[in-house]
C-alpha cells in the first residue's frame, strides 16, 4: 500500500485506463466506459465546483478510478453523488476502494450535507454499507447516502 498515490485527474486523455474501461467491459460494468466517453465529450468533465475526478495509482498504473458531482436527480445544491467508482479485480478487498471513497468523502464533506450513489450488485451494497452507507430513507435514482452534516439532512425535492 506504500506505493499507492491518489491523485485528481486534470486530464484523462493524459492518463492510460483502457484497462480498467476493458476489464470493467468484459464484467458487463459499462460505467467506467461512459464516465470516459462523458469526459471527453464535455458533458461530465468534474470541474464544477464541488466536483473531482481522482484516480489511485500503483507506481504509476492506474488500478482504480471514481468521482463526485453534484447530484444530478436531486434539484438541490447541498447533495454530492458519488460516481462511477471501479477498482482493478486485483486490487479489490486491498482497501483501494476505501481509501478512494474516504478522499471523495472528505472532497464531498467542503460542499455537501448528503452524499448519495447508485448501485446494483451485492458486493458493492456491502461495501458501502460498510463504509457507513445507508439504505433508507429510499429515494429514486438512490440506492445508497451518507450524512455529510451534524445534523440529518434529507433533500426536499428530485428533478
Known sequence: MDSIDIARIAEIESLSIDHLVKESLSQEFRFVERLIREYRSGFNCF???????????DRGRAIAIGGLN???Y???PKVGRLRHLYVESVWRRQ?????????????AAKYYQLLTLRT???????FYRELGFK???NWE???H???????????????
Do not use: W
Not at 120 to 126: G, M, N, Q
Not at 145 to 159: A, I, M, R
Open 141 to 143: 435514482h438512490t440506492t
Open 135 to 137: 439504505t433508507h430513507p
Open 70 to 72: 453534484r447530484d444530478p
Open 47 to 57: 470541474d464544477n465546483p464541488g466536483e473531482i475526478l481522482l484516480v489511485a495509482s
Open 74 to 76: 436531486f434539484n438541490d
Open 95 to 107: 482497501g483501494i476502494g476505501s481509501l478512494l471513497v474516504d478522499r471523495l468523502i472528505l472532497e
Open 145 to 159: 447516502h451518507l450524512q455529510l452534516g451534524e445534523k440529518k439532512y434529507y433533500p426536499l425535492s428530485l428533478n
Open 120 to 126: 446494483d450488485t451485492p458486493a458493492a451494497d456491502k
